[in-house]
């Protein structure tokens, strides 16, 4: 129930494209679904989030769709550039991801490697 | 730059040797994450301080040490390691770990075990 299940694992993508990357989850105690990009070299940074309350939010070229019926959201990256070509991991957390010690606890995807092709 | 720092970014060390990671955070928060970033593993949250506080230990081997002496810097002490301790261990920080705050993350150290 704690898990968040990510795909593709990688993902190769022509400049110019749509890269498309999907996560589920188990939980529906979870309320809050955030996308990480991390470069290498770097930690993961905050990209874009989504509460269930809607289901698509947009910045720039990047949007969440939710779906809480399945259980599912996923990011989309219109016009996908070189400079996108990161590892992106997907995340949820929420009541049901509280710990003892009432930390709301981020359960994390595997992380999908997206190349974006010049 | 994310405001938070991590030295040192690399670090080599042997199975007997004792080092510490250290983490510092500029952006007034109040509480302090240790992960580890395996690769085809999900981040592994390590341990968790709130106001200095340890509120978590996700069951972390007792050759990780962490302390906090205060919200802006965080420390990982590290002995008698193993080679599959091997890692990027990635300290972040959030406003509170009691409510959802985003959190911002260094860049890591780069641990290899010999």
């Known amino acids: 129930q704690q898990q968040v299940k990510q795909s593709p694992q990688s993902l190769i993508v022509q400049k110019g494209g749509i890269s498309i990357i999907n996560c589920a989850y188990e939980n529906t105690a979870f309320d809050y679904f955030p996308w990480y990009q991390q470069f290498p070299g770097k930690g993961p940074a905050l990209l874009i989030a989504i509460r269930p309350d809607v289901s698509e939010k947009k910045e720039g070229r990047f949007t969440i769709s939710f779906n809480k019926s399945a259980k599912q959201f996923s990011l989309h990256i219109m016009d996908s550039q070189p400079g996108d070509s990161a590892t992106y991991f997907c995340a949820a957390t929420g009541l049901g991801a509280r710990n003892a010690g009432n930390n709301r606890k981020l359960i994390w995807g595997l992380g999908t490697s997206l190349a974006v092709n010049p | 730059e994310t405001g938070v720092t991590q030295t040192p970014r690399h670090l080599v060390m042997g199975m007997t040797n004792k080092k510490s990671l250290k983490c510092e955070q500029h952006?007034?928060?109040?509480?302090m994450y240790w992960y580890k970033q395996s690769a085809k593993k999900p981040l592994e949250l390590m341990f968790v301080?709130?106001?200095?506080?340890?509120?978590e230990n996700n069951s972390v081997p007792s050759r990780f040490s962490p302390e906090c002496p205060n919200s802006s810097h965080l420390f990982l002490h590290l002995h008698t390691l193993q080679p599959e301790d091997s890692a990027l261990y990635l300290c972040a920080s959030s406003q509170d770990s009691a409510t959802w705050d985003t959190q911002y993350f260094g860049p890591g150290t780069r641990l290899t075990v010999l």
């Open positions: 301080y709130n106001f200095k506080e340890q509120t």
């Open positions: 952006l007034g928060h109040n509480a």
